[in-house]
């Protein structure tokens, strides 16, 4: 299994991500074209790709961006194939954002986890993720 950073747009990889977006979320829509070329081209955005044999079984989105504290990583969207969940795809994914965020000059990475993914939970502690007491807030623009 290799981890690999998407760079250009080609139909396999929308394929993929669309594939993909509904195991994550039950309210993910499909994204387009535009949109997956949006990810791609953004300076801030990091979309990260499990792909073997020329089969996508993972994807993570990793988000570093610079503000008056200093270099922040974020992690977002991380989902596993049902096929390749429990063979560690998940933990390739986590390790080569974390040392992305690195090389690109973040200190810390930071992610949320919903408490109901214990195997997300238990994958990101393993990693070496530790949980920090947080309230997260969320405004929905409607």
Do not use: C
Not at 20 to 38: G, K, N, R, V, Y
């Amino acid at each position: 299994m290799e981890i690999i950073e998407i760079h250009e747009y080609s139909e396999e990889v929308l394929k993929a991500v669309n594939t993909l977006l509904p195991q994550l979320s039950s309210s993910a829509s499909s994204i387009s074209e535009e949109q997956l070329t949006d990810i791609i081209n953004s300076e801030s955005t990091h979309l990260l790709m499990a792909v073997e044999n020329g089969k996508y079984y993972g994807s993570l989105s990793l988000a570093v961006f610079v503000i008056p504290t200093g270099v922040r990583a974020w992690i977002e969207d991380v989902v596993v194939s049902e096929s390749a969940r429990g063979k560690g795809v998940g933990k390739l994914l986590s390790i080569f954002a974390v040392e992305l965020a690195k090389i690109l000059g973040a200190k810390t990475v930071d992610l949320t986890s919903r408490p109901s993914r214990e195997a997300a939970n238990a994958l990101y502690k393993k990693v070496g993720f530790e949980q920090r007491e947080t309230n997260v807030y969320r405004y929905k623009n409607t």
